[in-house]
Every structure is written in structure tokens, then in C-alpha cells.
């Protein structure tokens, strides 16, 4: 599954992951801490969609 920022645009691919800030491949949206930002324009979990 994808979810991309509503704000930037930036994707969020749970089979990639986000290794450059610590996210393993695999974990899925749910899973990220409920702090997590977009890399690009820092807005939370709330501004992501299903892509």
C-alpha cells in the first residue's frame, strides 16, 4: 500500500519504507509512530491519503 502527503505530494511506500529516517521496509502506515512528518513539508500522519 501507498499513501501520499495531501500537502507535497510526497509517497510513503509501506514495501520501501522509509530507511533514511529510520522506517524498515515493510512497516506498514499504522505502524509508524504517531509522530511521524512528511520528510518534505513536516505535516503529520492525518495529511496522508491512500494512494
Partial sequence: MKYVCDVCGWEYDEE????????????????LPEDFECPLCHVGKDMFSEA
Fill in 16 to 31: 520501501l519504507g522509509y530507511p533514511e529516517g529510520g522506517i524498515a521496509p515493510g512497516t506498514k502506515f499504522e505502524d
